[in-house]
């Protein structure tokens, strides 16, 4: 009997142990086929992957933009709604708190530029209201920087974006060219909606003429269309006197700048070398957050300077400082201590004029400055001559020195021309 009863509970439990081995069956199918789904979508879909990322940064940068926002009274903004391109084109956004510059007062020298730049673009998109449509005060909905390399046009742009407390969508040809049949156009038609979304909004093209050079017979199709594109959803911000977008673009070339871009860019301006005052300034911004003492004047180190750029002066400073350091470090080294407890000396003219030797101004304008310095030797060295007994030297080193002076002044001669010509 008590064999048969355990017969028996063994049959009943049998239902049971399937009905599991079942559901078992049926979980570790369901999840074996999703596994497969998932890698067959990965190997169909190569974005797969990113898609997580951009929904990440997508929430980082609706978080990023309402505490902009909010910072100047702006409403907050829905960005659920963001294309896949758009998404992609706002990988390009920049933070502006997280620019080098803060304001346009960080941008040494350049006061009527900043100025100008006041007035055409940070009121209009602080004060809409007193730029009604249709009126002469219509602010330009582009607006071109040029001039030698160096002398602070990204700089300049920077400092506008983060005074005016607008998004900043910098752009290159990486960012909008591309080998897929019609991805080019949409990346354009997504830099425009984008920036209509998130408006104000400052799309800045650097280096601008290698985006749009001049047209020529040899140019791809695609090429073609996309400038055609780009120039349709401009002309769209002239039409729509509301839209708080701006084409800002900066070139070392801007003769190689394609005319129908310059005619959408009505406002230009030259941001050439700095000229005395203007150096002065530049060094005050540089120098006036370091650490180390100075005991030259700027004013005195902005005449020293002649033919360097904004960024040449930085440079230059750096390297005056390293100078300092350097000593620094030899005299912690000959009194057997650490570097740090050592205490820096002032920076002096000494440490300008030795640093000078090493970092030269660049830039075609600094090349012609050169020639010009090297022009002005030659004269005081035939000046010298002149004063001199130039008679008691043998007859072969009077011709070699003549050759030289001769091959030297014929070089900068031509070179200043030519280069001139060319920047006019």
């Not at 920036?195 to 020529?216: G, H, M, N, V």
């Not at 120098?287 to 004013?299: C, F, I, K, Y």
């Not at 030899?330 to 407890?341: F, L, N, P, W, Y």
Request: proline share 5%; aromatic share 6%.
């Amino acid at each position: 009997m008590a064999g048969k009863r355990a017969s028996d509970g063994a049959a009943a439990s049998n239902p049971y142990n399937s009905l599991f081995a079942d559901i078992l069956t049926s979980v570790i199918s369901v999840t074996a086929l999703f596994i497969g789904a998932n890698i067959i979508r990965k190997r169909l879909d190569p974005a797969f992957e990113s898609k997580k990322e951009l929904e990440r940064r997508r929430k980082e940068l609706e978080e990023r933009l309402r505490k902009q926002r909010s910072s100047c009274g702006r409403p907050p903004l829905d960005l659920s709604d963001l294309t896949p391109n758009e998404e992609v084109v706002a990988h390009y956004l920049v933070d502006p708190d997280e620019l080098d510059v803060q304001s346009l007062d960080d941008v040494g020298g350049l006061e009527e530029i900043k100025e100008e730049l006041r007035e055409l673009v940070i009121l209009p998109f602080h004060r809409p209201e007193l730029f009604p449509p249709g009126s002469l005060l219509q602010p330009p909905k582009g607006i071109l920087l040029y001039g030698p390399p160096g002398t602070g046009k990204t700089m300049l742009a920077k400092a506008l974006a983060a005074e005016s407390k607008a998004c900043f969508l910098a752009i290159s040809p990486a960012t909008l060219l591309s080998k897929w049949v019609g991805e080019t156009q949409q990346l354009t038609r997504a830099v425009f909606s984008l920036a209509y979304k998130i408006q104000p909004c400052i799309i800045f093209i650097d280096e601008i003429d290698a985006l749009f050079r001049t047209r020529s017979a040899q140019d791809h199709e695609v090429y073609r269309d996309f400038k055609a594109e780009m120039m349709q959803l401009w002309d769209g911000l002239t039409t729509d006197s509301s839209a708080q977008v701006l084409v800002l673009g900066a070139t070392n070339r801007p003769w190689d700048v394609d005319t129908a871009i310059q005619r959408r860019m009505p406002r230009s301006f030259l941001v050439d070398l700095p000229g005395v005052e203007q150096r002065k300034r530049i060094l005050d911004v540089i120098l006036r957050s370091d650490r180390h003492r100075l005991e030259a004047s700027t004013e005195e180190l902005a005449k020293l300077t002649e033919g360097y750029s904004g960024s040449d002066l930085r440079e230059l400073c750096r390297a005056a400082a390293l100078l300092v350091l350097r000593d620094a470090m030899r005299e912690a080294k000959k009194c057997g201590v650490d570097v740090s407890q050592v205490q820096l000396r002032s920076m002096r003219l000494e440490d300008f004029e030795r640093a000078m030797e090493r970092v030269a101004p660049t830039g075609a304008h600094a090349e012609i400055f050169r020639y010009r310095q090297t022009l002005e030797r030659v004269r005081k060295l035939r000046v010298a001559q002149e004063n001199s007994n130039v008679e008691s030297r043998e007859p072969d080193e009077q011709t070699l020195v003549a050759g030289i002076e001769e091959a030297l002044l014929v070089e900068a001669n031509e070179f200043v021309e030519r280069v001139g010509r060319r920047l006019g």
